[in-house]
T-cell receptor
């Protein structure tokens, strides 16, 4: 059982380039989300989705796009990379509902550097 | 001011010590409180979960929530070197699904 799989593990971009961070889960979870983790800032929610065809913004959505065409996949697109987007990006999924019956399962992250 | 505040540490303790990790928050709508553990270069994993106020114990770990003070704690008894990790508190209003608000994380090192 793979859980949440993120690719690539590492990426270096130049300012202005675009790219897509991939996320796939095999647990049939309705809820998927993207977080970024920066030193001293903890994890901040970028975008989330409660099912195929439904997405919404989190705390820090600017500069990122998402789509959810299938239950399994939730790619994150950087439209025009900026140095401020240098971070570690985590994808997470859960069943849709609060509490310990639906904990967030995280991937192992994509480490992105924008020069 | 962030909705959730957590002392980032780092915190270094000898093996066998009792560790206390804490978070404060400002949003009285938070009902679900969690602690995640994150090893280096890995994603966070759920360690403890509590709903509303009260205590929950799981082995060497105890989570406490005091909603009147807007304060949550995680205690680790008989700490082990394998407990060395970053600990993140997280919380959510009722019925907000997985849309968690995280603290900054506390880096813990347990020395043999």
């Amino acid at each position: 059982n793979a859980g949440v799989t993120q690719t690539p593990k590492f990426q270096v971009l130049k300012t202005g380039q675009s790219m897509t961070l991939q996320c796939a889960q095999d647990m049939n979870h309705e809820y998927m989300s993207w977080y970024r983790q920066d030193p001293g800032m903890g994890l901040r929610l970028i975008h989330y989705s409660v099912g195929a065809g439904i997405t919404d913004q989190g705390e820090v959505p600017n500069g990122y796009n998402v789509s959810r065409s299938t239950t399994e996949d939730f790619p994150l697109r950087l439209l025009s990379a900026a140095p401020s987007q240098t971070s570690v990006y985590f994808c997470a999924s859960s069943r849709w509902g609060s509490g310990d019956n639906s904990p967030l399962h995280f991937g192992n992250g994509t480490r992105l550097t924008v020069t | 001011q962030k909705e959730v505040e957590q002392d980032p540490g780092p915190l270094s303790v000898p093996e066998g010590a009792i560790v206390s990790l804490n978070c404060t928050y400002s949003n009285s709508a938070f009902q679900y409180f969690m602690w995640y553990r994150q090893y280096s270069r890995k994603g966070p994993e759920l360690l403890m979960y509590t709903y509303s106020s009260g205590n929950k114990e799981d082995g060497r770990f105890t989570a406490q929530v005091d909603k009147s003070s807007k304060y949550i704690s995680l205690f680790i008894r008989d700490s082990q070197p394998s407990d060395s990790a970053t600990y993140l508190c997280a919380m959510s209003p009722y019925n907000q699904g997985g849309k968690l608000i995280f603290g900054q994380g506390t880096e813990l090192s347990v020395k043999p």
